[in-house]
């Protein structure tokens, strides 16, 4: 699953990436990330098992980015990506897999796609505004402070929905799926983390509101989409608060709340035809049925507590009955972290714990032989997943940057009969200025 988000890479881009107002933009990025571990135990190995030998993979991630002014406060936005390589165990056998870099569907090979492509008009709401500096996202020299933007197009839901600053950009910050993103967030993608649909966001000075309806994959974690919007599509809602609960520190609260409606299949549904004897091979995907509804929540948090250093925490439930379907095999979730930057922004550095679950339908299913589009590693002796991620990130020169980063990952693929793992990985990462 490649996520890159769009937002999160603005507000990480710095002012290497501000320019005089224009009505064009043009930039670049190139994310490479070398991961390996050393062996470890397993009483067994499943198909989408963590593999427990020695292994090393490579990922590499282009985009170009680009953007048209078309007038005084719309947009065009038009970004091309190319992913290639691998990520360790071609990406199975982790709930909270350690490189968010990676499409899972490695037959797709490093060609060059449209990642997004979207249409945004942005309406005045007040006479007040507040300045802007053309980047990424937005070419907008200025916004007004009361405003509704209303965008339709090629995005991900994550360029816009659950962002944290501490702790969501894998070009600069954390890299496993889990702590970039709330694992229960099963949010509409394809395989490469993007979706189709439009999106409004209502900002009044200090709060959102922010509203998605987009496609979902039309199979499990799949590359195409469900044009049946009738019985396909998600629905997404966040309630942004941008205030702190320190005094006179910068902070937000954001609440999310998604219904996922596809075809997807039930574990009970399908645990039950297994027992019955009425199917040979224990698959949910067998049990799929049009129209079924996936629902979930999540609660986001970040604050600043000064010199550079910002606290975060996410937790995030969904209905665990209902196959997981988009984003990875998580029911239950809750990660807490910090990460600090310098003064210069040469250096920066985090720290996070996840822990992972999913739920008692979930775990049966698992445990007797079946298998996600994840996980399976032929049985199960049931353990949350348990995640601690660290890293740092050193500035070599203006928009080039290294990172060292180590994962320890106890109970791997919520198994107590295999791990724990630990994974390490460097990090090359290559800012075009936009121009």
Do not use: C
Not at 55 to 68: F, K, M, Q, R
Not at 76 to 84: H, M, T, V
Not at 271 to 290: I, K, P, Q
Request: hydrophobic fraction near 40%.
């Amino acid at each position: 699953m490649l996520l890159v988000p769009f937002a999160r890479l603005a507000s990480q881009a710095g002012p290497d990436h501000s320019v005089t107002p224009k009505n064009w933009w043009l930039s670049g990025q190139l994310n490479v990330i070398y991961q390996w571990h050393r062996s470890f135990d397993a009483v067994y190995t499943g198909p989408h098992s963590l593999r427990p030998v020695r292994e090393s993979a490579t990922s590499t991630v282009a985009t170009v980015y680009s953007g048209l002014r078309l007038g005084r406060r719309v947009e065009l936005l038009f970004d091309l990506e190319s992913a290639g390589g691998h990520g360790i165990s071609e990406a199975f056998g982790l709930a909270g897999f350690s490189n968010l870099d990676v499409v899972r569907n490695p037959t797709l090979g490093a060609g060059p796609y449209v990642a997004r492509a979207l249409i945004r008009s942005t309406f005045a709401l007040s006479r007040d505004t507040e300045p802007h500096a053309a980047e990424l996202h937005s070419l907008l020299p200025s916004l007004p402070v009361r405003r509704l933007s209303i965008a339709f197009g090629k995005f991900g839901i994550v360029d816009f929905f659950d962002l944290n600053g501490p702790g969501s950009d894998s070009h600069l910050q954390f890299l496993n799926w889990t702590i970039d993103n709330s694992g229960a967030y099963d949010y509409a993608a394809d395989t490469r983390g993007y979706t189709i649909g439009g999106l409004a966001e209502l900002r009044d000075g200090r709060w959102a509101l922010r509203w998605a309806e987009t496609l979902m994959p039309a199979v499990a974690n799949g590359i195409k989409y469900d044009w049946h919007v009738d019985h396909a599509h998600a629905d997404n809602v966040e309630v942004e608060l941008d205030r702190g609960i320190i005094p006179h520190r910068d902070g937000a609260i954001r609440l999310l709340g998604f219904l996922n409606h596809a075809t997807m299949g039930s574990y009970q549904e399908a645990l039950d035809a297994f027992a019955a004897g009425r199917d040979s091979v224990l698959d949910v995907a067998a049990h799929r049925r049009v129209g079924r509804i996936k629902r979930g929540v999540s609660v986001n948090l970040e604050q600043s507590i000064g010199r550079g250093i910002n606290l975060f925490a996410r937790a995030a439930r969904n209905d665990g009955g209902v196959e997981s379907f988009a984003y990875t095999e998580v029911d239950h979730s809750a990660e807490l972290g910090a990460a600090w930057v310098a003064r210069s922004q040469r250096n920066r550095g985090g720290l996070a714990l996840a822990r992972n679950g999913i739920g008692m339908q979930h775990r049966l299913y698992l445990a007797r032989g079946g298998l996600g589009f994840l996980l399976g590693d032929g049985a199960l002796n049931y353990g949350a997943e348990q995640i601690v991620e660290g890293y740092f990130t050193r500035m070599v020169i203006a928009g080039f940057s290294l990172a060292a980063d180590v994962q320890h990952i106890v109970h791997p693929g919520y198994n107590r009969d295999r791990g724990p793992v630990t994974i390490f990985a460097i990090r090359a990462h290559l800012d075009v200025p936009g121009k």
